[in-house]
T-cell receptor, first 117, second 115 residues
Framework: GAVVSQHPSWVICKSGTSVKIECRSL??????MFWYRQFPKQSLMLMAT?????????EQGVEKDKFLINHASLTLSTLTVTSAHPEDSSFYIC?????????????FGPGTRLTVL | AQSVTQPDIHITVSEGASLELRCNYS??????LFWYVQSPGQGLQLLLK??????LVQGIKGFEAEFKRSQSSFNLRKPSVHWSDAAEYFC?????????????FGTGTRLQVTL
């Protein structure tokens, strides 16, 4: 089946630094990808919808300047957490919609655990 | 706004026993409902989905779920649990018929299987 990878799988950074997380569709093209955030013992919260070649659509309450999304190719979307602070520590998960398959096909990556010290 | 409630945070069952994970939703229109499983180090995997038609939906790995509109529920069931079923299970409601739509997830139920 289709595979979505995320890199890195975990990252620790100092407060004030920026961290980039990559989401790749390995064997299919994805015009649309989604970014989620998951807190311990809580549900996945949709942060934004990433569209190749255009600006991302952010959910209400998500800071656009804080969480920069770039979807420069049909197989890669990146999420950059700028000036990270401890409250940004979380598990970030991406998903990708398969362009060539059925419209209802969405595949999830394994997630990236971010810890900000 | 749509929402999903999974009342059970943690469930423990013996291998071979039956399983039911509860899910209640709140949605103004016809709900599109999904169950996903999340194993450590792996992405969420779709177990099954309900869009319309037969209210009893069959999924992968021997799972099934029943949509009950009167109870706003979409409970996941399995007749006989295997140790490999231990994982986190998420119920979700989508804005449209496709899983590629925006999803609202429940808080998840962690399943532990004892031998």
């Amino acid at each position: 089946g289709a595979v979505v990878s995320q890199h890195p799988s975990w990252v620790i950074c100092k407060s004030g630094t920026s961290v980039k997380i990559e989401c790749r569709s390995l064997d299919f093209q994805a015009t649309t990808m989604f970014w989620y955030r998951q807190f311990p013992k809580q549900s996945l919260m949709l942060m934004a919808t990433s569209n190749e070649g255009s600006k991302a659509t952010y959910e209400q309450g998500v800071e656009k300047d804080k969480f920069l999304i770039n979807h420069a190719s049909l197989t890669l979307s990146t999420l950059t957490v700028t000036s990270a602070h401890p409250e940004d520590s979380s598990f970030y998960i991406c998903s990708a919609r398969d362009d060539s398959g059925r419209a209802d096909t969405q595949y999830f990556g394994p997630g990236t655990r971010l810890t900000v010290l | 706004a749509q929402s999903v409630t999974q009342p059970d945070i943690h469930i423990t069952v013996s291998e071979g026993a039956s399983l039911e994970l509860r899910c209640n939703y709140s949605y103004g229109a016809t709900p599109y409902l999904f169950w996903y499983v999340q194993s450590p180090g792996q992405g969420l995997q779709l177990l099954l989905k309900y869009f319309s038609g037969d209210t009893l939906v069959q999924g992968i790995k021997g799972f099934e779920a029943e949509f009950k509109r009167s109870q706003s529920s979409f409970n996941l069931r399995k007749p006989s649990v295997h140790w490999s079923d231990a994982a986190e299970y998420f119920c979700a409601v989508g804005e449209s018929a496709g899983t590629a739509s925006k999803l609202t997830f429940g808080t998840g139920t962690r399943l532990q299987v004892t031998l």
